[in-house]
């Protein structure tokens, strides 16, 4: 279809008088005179509706028609026919050839949704002229021939003004396809009215602010203050910085005293949102005495762990100094909504000291909560010390019905039993999902007790290396002994030990899933010992020991046995002993009875046996397992101690197909390399 007349005949530019070029008036004449052509040669075909055009086929192929009248306006239209007189069907090619549309706003609407007809359809390709039966009085749609209305807008889209139609104007508007753009001004009246109106506001609110602002009277502006409301909220006082952090810490705390960012907490490393709003610190509770001759401070810890978990609070820090405990500190947090951080200043600089021996300092849990373990406590940068000698009975912390809970940088001094997991309890999982991080001990004497006592539980992770464990020989590092529940998950991972009795002791229901690396174990009677008590029908399954050191030093009772597993009434499978440095024990290094299913591979074991034993004496395999000794070697170091071994391997009982032994470096002993074969 060419440009329309109104494009053509637009008027041109005072240079060119000429304008518009010939050719867009021969395309637009040529193009009438063939609709007329068509028109007049099918005897001026002209329908009111679509199906009745439809209906009439009796035209020849080509044949052209307009619709004139549809209620449906897309409907209206040229149609052409194709296929022969009776066949065939009609198909819709162009808009009905109009220019522009004349329509009649006979008040049938309303002043905002106006209706308007027409003698002849309308389509989105026509200009329309329409008459303004009354003033608009706010946004405006316009249905026409009872077709569904659409906006309409000013020419740059707006919506129009009120007033901007005015009764007896004529307007002149298109279809852009989502709404109806006029091309004529609305009324310039109700344009100045919203200017003068908009204006007329801005200028009370001037006058408003301008008059409040003339009550308010503030105190002078001065460097580094701030505005504070009074306590009657009558004034506001201008105050320093060190003023306003005293009034709100004194809000948070409920103690009226100076505030001060000092070395005896750790304000100074955190936020000042974190410290107001987040932390409690014990050293600001009034009846906090420090450790004094009549300590209370158990209770205050615990009154105020209380409170913070009641109001949501994330921390409570410790101050430096040592903390006398007159009992134990029951905390108990069950089904945890808000973790709860007690935080010293280190462990040499904040420690907590016991006033008994059999004192158990703090009780962690609860079994009376049930499903519902105490969870999300974390312990960090505080020490545990000895204040009265300890016995078997005490113990640092004992955890009862527990799980997430964390120990950071604690360190344990003098005290016998450092954590009891689970012990005694009557359930199974008792304590589960217990971390210790950079910590560590150094506890002197023999103990009847070990620093880690496990009972029902698991998942322990022992890690970090911040702090050695330290001890002269007489104390038992990690001891399973529940008789009835086993523990399920054991994790120690590079630690750093000296001189103790065992470093793990199994010798109740059992320890499944247990994995040892890295690191370093210096003396002991046993390094690692799976042997349940008489009568326990425990299991020790799925060790890894691995990538280690133990050192004796050739000296009986601080190197005796490597890893010595006896089954007893219970089962011992799938126990690995591999890639580790074994030297200067004085018994042997591997030690295993008749039905315990161990893989010993790829150690070197040097200087041991030198109290006149094998190396290693390896026993018969289970009925359902097996034992493997492959990759190993096994000689006599420089600075040697003692006596040579007698044999490399001693071989207990007859040859069995599911006991191996290859790959072995073997120095012969004093004895022979082998003692019998696998």
């Known amino acids: 279809m060419p440009q329309t007349a109104a494009t053509i005949w637009a008027d041109g530019p005072g240079t060119s008088p000429y304008d518009p070029p010939k050719s867009d008036i021969r395309d637009w004449g040529t193009w009438v005179e063939q609709n007329v052509a068509a028109f007049l040669g099918n005897s001026g075909l002209a329908y009111l509706t679509r199906a009745s055009l439809f209906a009439d086929l009796a035209h020849a192929a080509n044949s052209s028609a307009w619709v004139i009248g549809d209620p449906t ?96 104007m004529m307007i002149v508007y298109v279809d852009d396809g989502t709404a109806f753009r006029l091309l004529t001004d609305q009324a310039s009246a109700a344009i100045v009215a919203a200017a003068e109106a908009a204006a007329a506001a801005a200028a009370s609110s001037a006058a408003a602010a301008a008059a409040s602002a003339a009550g308010v009277n503030l105190p002078a502006v001065a460097a580094n203050r701030m505005l504070v409301d009074n306590a009657a909220g009558t004034v506001r006082e201008s105050k320093t910085f060190s003023q306003v952090m005293t009034l709100l810490a004194g809000a948070v705390s409920g103690v009226a005293s100076a505030f001060s960012l000092d070395n005896n907490t750790l304000y100074k490393a955190r936020s000042l949102k974190d410290r107001w709003l987040d932390s409690y610190r014990l050293a600001e509770e009034l009846q906090f005495t420090g450790g004094g001759a009549t300590a209370t401070d158990a209770a205050v810890l615990q009154g105020l762990f209380n409170r913070a978990k009641a109001a949501g ?12 405990l007159e009992g134990n500190v029951f905390l108990k947090n069950p089904a945890a909504t808000n973790a709860i951080r007690i935080v010293g200043q280190g462990p040499a600089s904040t420690r907590f000291l016991n006033t008994s021996a059999g004192q158990v300092m703090f009780w962690i849990g609860d079994d009376a909560d049930g499903v519902n373990k105490t969870s999300g406590i974390t312990f960090e940068g505080l020490g545990l010390a000895a204040g009265v000698a300890p016995n078997d009975s005490g113990s640092g912390f004992f955890l009862r019905n527990t799980s997430r809970i964390l120990f950071k940088d604690v360190f344990i001094e003098g005290l016998r039993n450092g954590w009891s997991l689970g012990v005694n309890a009557a359930n199974l999982n008792n304590a589960v999902y217990t971390r210790l991080h950079n910590c560590g001990c150094n506890t002197p004497g023999t103990s009847g007790v070990a620093m880690i006592r496990l009972g029902s539980g698991g998942i322990l992770n022992v890690g970090g290396d911040a702090y050695g464990w330290n001890t002269n020989g007489g104390i038992v590092f990690i001891e399973h002994d529940n008789a009835s529940y086993n523990w399920d998950g054991l994790y120690i991972t590079n630690q750093f030990m000296e001189d103790w009795l065992k470093y793990i002791y199994s010798h109740g229901k059992g320890i499944v899933n247990m994995e ?32 280690t050191q133990l050192l004796g030093f050739g000296v009986v009772g601080k190197g005796d046995y ?40 790829g150690n070197q074991f040097v200087n041991c ?47 069995n197909v599911r006991r191996k032994s290859f790959g072995n470096n073997v120095i012969a002993g004093s004895s022979g390399a082998e003692n019998g074969v696998a």
């Open 73 to 168: 306006v897309a409907y209206n239209g040229v149609y052409m026919k194709s296929g022969g007189i009776g066949t065939g069907s009609w198909a819709r090619i162009s808009d009905l050839p109009y220019s522009f549309v004349k329509l009649l706003d006979a008040g049938a609407g309303t002043a905002n949704a106006i209706q308007v007809t027409s003698t002849i359809p309308t389509s989105s390709s026509v200009m329309r002229v329409a008459n303004v039966f009354e003033s608009n009085a706010g946004d405006v749609t316009v249905s026409e021939n009872g077709s569904a209305p659409k906006a309409l807008l000013t020419s740059s889209g707006n919506q129009i003004a009120p007033g901007g139609l005015v009764a007896g």
């Open 313 to 324: 609070r994330g921390e409570i820090i410790l101050p430096r100094g040592d903390i006398a």
């Open 516 to 547: 040892w690396t890295g690191g370093q174990m210096d003396r002991a009677a046993i390094f690692f010992q799976l042997q349940p008590d008489s009568g326990i029908s425990g299991d020790n399954t799925n060790w890894n020991i691995h990538d």
């Open 562 to 601: 490597g890893l010595f597993t006896a089954h007893g009434s219970g089962n011992i499978n799938n126990v690995c002993f591999r890639d580790n440095i074994v030297k200067g024990l004085s018994n042997r290094a591997v030690f295993t009875t008749s039905g315990d299913s161990v893989k010993v591979h």
């Open 609 to 655: 046996g030198n109290s006149g034993t094998s190396v290693m004496q390896i026993d018969q395999p289970p009925a359902n397992g097996v034992v493997s000794v492959t990759g190993n070697d096994i000689y006599l170091g420089n600075n040697s101690v003692g006596s040579n071994y007698t044999y490399g391997i001693d071989w207990i009982g007859s040859t």
